[in-house]
């Protein structure tokens, strides 16, 4: 099984609609974080989380919101999609207690915004 | 803030060595990470350097040099499946975070 899970891996959806990513880890860590990859920009750091209790915005936060329901869950949320929303999305895990702080990537979600 | 550089495209042939720069700009260096990434898929951990010079892993090698701002990952005996998009990302002290850059696609041709 996936260490890191991510639900759905494909969504399409129209724009004004409020969208759900989910993202569910087995590995244990306290760090949790959202990404969002367009060709040619790489990957963009949208929101973290060290702790159940720690939200920490990255570099694009604007029109997403994400919750840590528990140490395992982080999910990120688009209130209002809109097409310059249409992304691969990716959620990643890391555990600073080790040292490196490795950051292990889910599958990721392909999301369409029409 | 941090600025990674890498460049965006190579072709080698199977069977050979290809070398992927990333050159950084940052305060309070704290580590390089390499990932793979195939088409489509998540990105996956090859290697991490915080201290100069050369970490080996199998067909894998990655160098840094601090004082450079600069790391290269090398990849020898080529494989068909060694195309993907190459990232490097830098960690920073107090910046709780990574910056990735925006990966080298290497496409391996028989």
């Known amino acids: 099984d996936a260490d890191v899970t991510q639900t759905p891996r494909n969504r399409i959806t129209k724009t004004g609609k409020r969208i759900m990513l989910e993202c569910s880890q087995t590995?244990?860590?306290?760090?949790m974080y959202w990404y969002r990859q367009d060709p040619g920009l790489g990957l963009r750091l949208i929101y973290y989380?060290?702790?159940?209790?720690?939200?920490n915005k990255g570099e694009i936060s604007d029109g997403y919101s994400v919750s840590r329901q528990a140490q395992a869950k982080f999910s990120l949320s688009l209130e209002s999609a809109i097409p310059n929303q249409t992304a691969l999305y990716f959620c990643?895990?890391?555990?600073?207690?080790?040292?490196?702080?490795?950051?292990?990537f889910g599958p990721g979600t392909r999301l369409t915004v029409l | 803030g941090q600025n990674i550089d890498q460049p965006t495209e190579m072709t080698a042939t199977e069977g050979a060595i290809v070398q992927i720069n990333c050159t950084y700009q940052?305060?309070?260096?704290?580590?390089l990470f390499w990932y793979q990434q195939h088409a489509g898929e998540a990105p996956t951990f090859l290697s991490y350097?915080?201290?100069?010079g050369l970490e080996e892993k199998g067909r894998f090698s990655s160098f840094l040099s601090r004082s450079k701002g600069y790391s290269y990952l090398l990849l020898k005996e080529l494989q068909m499946k060694d195309s993907a998009s190459y990232l490097c990302?830098?960690?920073?002290?107090?910046?709780?975070?990574?910056?990735f850059g925006k990966g080298n696609q290497v496409v391996v041709i028989p």
């Open positions: 990643a895990t890391s555990d600073q207690d080790r040292g490196t702080d490795t950051q292990y």
């Open positions: 350097n915080v201290l100069d």
């Open positions: 990302a830098v960690s920073s002290y107090g910046n709780n975070r990574l910056a």
């Open positions: 590995k244990g860590h306290d760090r």
């Open positions: 989380s060290f702790d159940v209790k720690d939200i």
């Open positions: 940052t305060s309070g260096f704290n580590g």
